[in-house]
């Protein structure tokens, strides 16, 4: 879809999409850094649920990135940075 699209504005799609799957990818690494135990402390979805979803959205970003499930997992890896990232980040192993 992204490649029919001419010029800068194909760019400019392809930009976003490499930064979505970016901020995905980093969203993954840093909700496996904290002990599996942090999750629980804070009262959060377990570590394997973040670990899927940032995962997922990754997927879902370098596949179709402007469709429903691109704009779900938008939502679900800013709750991530927006909320469980700050309550479990502190803790270390």
């Known amino acids: ?6 010029g800068t504005w ?12 970016v901020w995905a990818l980093v969203g ?4 496996v850094l904290p ?6 402390i804070e009262g959060k979805w377990p570590k394997p649920a ?12 370098a596949i179709r990135p402007f469709g429903i499930l691109g704009i779900v997992a938008m939502v679900a890896v800013g709750v991530f940075f927006a909320d469980v990232r700050p309550a479990v980040g502190g803790r270390r192993r």
């Not at 973040?50 to 970003?61: D, K, N, P, R």
Request: charged share 0%; aromatic share 10%.
């Open 1 to 6: 879809m992204i490649d029919a699209l001419p």
């Open 10 to 21: 194909g760019l400019i799609q392809l930009a976003v999409q490499a930064a979505l799957v």
């Open 28 to 31: 993954l690494v840093l909700a």
């Open 35 to 40: 002990p599996a135990s942090a999750y629980s």
């Open 50 to 61: 973040w670990i899927g979803i940032c995962a997922g959205a990754a997927l879902f970003f």
